[in-house]
């Protein structure tokens, strides 16, 4: 097991290329279930969960072929193993996304219950009432989902996709992949807006489905008999992005990232802005483009925050947002409503030198703080990449250990980091188990 440790304290300064999105791609890859044909994926980002999903659809009696890299080629066979096993849903909850396809293309489909995660209680009800409304006959036993189609496979249906926390990102994936092989139209209301959910859309359309409303809460889909492989760019990643002009926000540096979609990230550079942070925005016609961090004089102000469904501020960038105001002037309120638990970075951010209460779903902090290294673990993805960025602000070596958190979806954050001028080396752990 490797940690990272950061010799902390100094601006990063440089030029950044975002990475293929993993939020994007683990749908994209799962919904080359549903194609007859190849379906080939490029700008895929080399992170654990694209090989767990890999593995995964290999099981599945896919091919899976990689080649060049960043590229990745898939082909599923209309007949084949339907299981998703524990030991795979256990590692990557993202797993869950093959019920829809396999419902929808091979009739039926066994998924492991993903259970909790240290981000809190984690339901599929949404998922499982989606497919319920298409037709499916769906049995919660012994831990495992087991899903059927009716004799003559799904069919049409209306399902409203939101529950108390909002839209459901995967459930709103999930229901969408076997809606486009239903027979007969089907209504999904209270659909999640996420640009990811689009990308999927998009890419379903182009192989043959039909989908209006995409962009909005409601989508009409008139199902159809197959589909076909086509090529998808994988966008990129909005989180990755976000995270590296934190990075650079919080050192006080100047950091571009190049090859991004700013459209996709507005609640944060607004944010970014009103607290002081220089800022230079370039938008291609494509919605392609860059964004540009700089070098701020006057320490920028800590702001409140809460965490939204798309276009609002997004769950995935809370705890680097919070790192974030750990080093401005003033105290700010974080507050967590799309999984009001995710807040273990908070004692650890705390070790680091931060002063940050927390009362029910909301975060209290109170900067500037004169951060100082010290030994932290990581509990989750988003958790590992704040803790870093702490680290880059902090006087002195941070070990951020158990990073196997962030290789789940960060494509190689240390080298990417190193390019920036941050002196953050990956080690083995002396400690781990
Ligand atoms: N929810 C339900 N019922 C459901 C599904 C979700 O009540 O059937 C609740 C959840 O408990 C949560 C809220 O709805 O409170 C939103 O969950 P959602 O289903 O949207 O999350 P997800 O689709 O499982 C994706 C991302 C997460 C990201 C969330 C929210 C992927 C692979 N994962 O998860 O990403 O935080 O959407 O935007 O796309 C990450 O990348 O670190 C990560 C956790």
């Known amino acids: 097991m490797d940690c990272f440790v950061v010799e902390g304290g100094r601006p990063l300064a440089g030029t950044v290329r975002a990475a293929g999105s993993k939020n994007a791609v683990l749908p994209l890859m799962a919904a080359a279930l549903l194609p007859e044909g190849e379906t080939r994926l490029e700008r895929v980002p080399r992170v654990r969960d694209v090989t767990t999903l890999t593995e995964l659809l290999r099981s599945l009696g896919a091919s899976v072929e990689s080649g060049v890299p960043g590229m990745l080629r898939i082909q599923a066979p209309a007949e084949g193993p339907t299981e998703a096993p524990y030991e795979v849903v256990r590692r990557m909850r993202a797993s869950v996304c093959v019920l829809g396809p ?248 705390n070790r680091l030198g931060a002063a940050i209460r927390r009362s029910g779903p909301t975060a209290v902090v109170l900067g500037p703080a004169q951060l100082s290294g010290a030994p932290v673990l990581a509990s989750d993805l988003r958790a590992s990449a704040c803790l870093v960025l702490a680290g880059l602000a902090a006087r002195g070596r941070t070990t951020v250990r158990r990073v196997y958190h962030l290789d789940r979806g960060y494509e190689d954050l240390d080298a990417r980091l190193r390019g920036l001028g941050a002196e953050v080396r990956r080690e083995p752990d002396p400690e781990a188990p």
């Open 102 to 349: 396999l419902l929808a293309r091979r009739g039926r489909a066994r998924v492991s219950l993903p259970g909790g995660c240290v981000l809190g209680v984690r339901p599929i009800d949404l998922h499982l009432k989606g497919l319920a409304a298409l037709g499916a006959r769906i049995q919660v036993e012994h831990g495992t989902v087991a899903a059927e189609a009716p004799p003559g496979g799904l069919r049409g249906g209306r399902v409203f996709l939101s529950g108390p926390q909002g839209p459901s990102v995967l459930g709103t994936a999930n229901v969408l992949m076997a809606a486009v092989l239903a027979r007969g139209v089907s209504v999904l209301d209270g659909v999640a807006l996420e640009p990811e959910v689009q990308a999927l859309a998009r890419f379903l359309t182009d192989c043959g489905a039909r989908i209006e409303g995409i962009g909005s809460p409601r989508l009409v889909v008139e199902g159809v008999e197959a589909l076909e492989g086509r090529s998808v760019r994988v966008p990129p990643d909005r989180i990755e992005t976000g995270t590296l002009l934190l990075a650079g926000a919080l050192t006080g540096g100047r950091v571009r990232v190049e090859d991004c979609r700013p459209g996709e990230l507005v609640a944060l550079l607004d944010l970014l802005e009103r607290a002081g942070v220089p800022l230079r925005t370039e938008e291609g016609p494509d919605g392609g483009g860059a964004v540009e961090v700089r070098p701020w004089e006057r320490r920028p102000r800590a702001l409140d925050v809460t965490t939204r469904p798309w276009p609002g501020f997004p769950t995935d960038l809370q705890a680097q947002w919070m790192a974030f105001c750990t080093v401005c002037e003033g105290l700010a309120l974080v507050t967590e409503t799309v999984y009001p638990d995710r807040f273990l970075h908070v004692a650890e951010l």
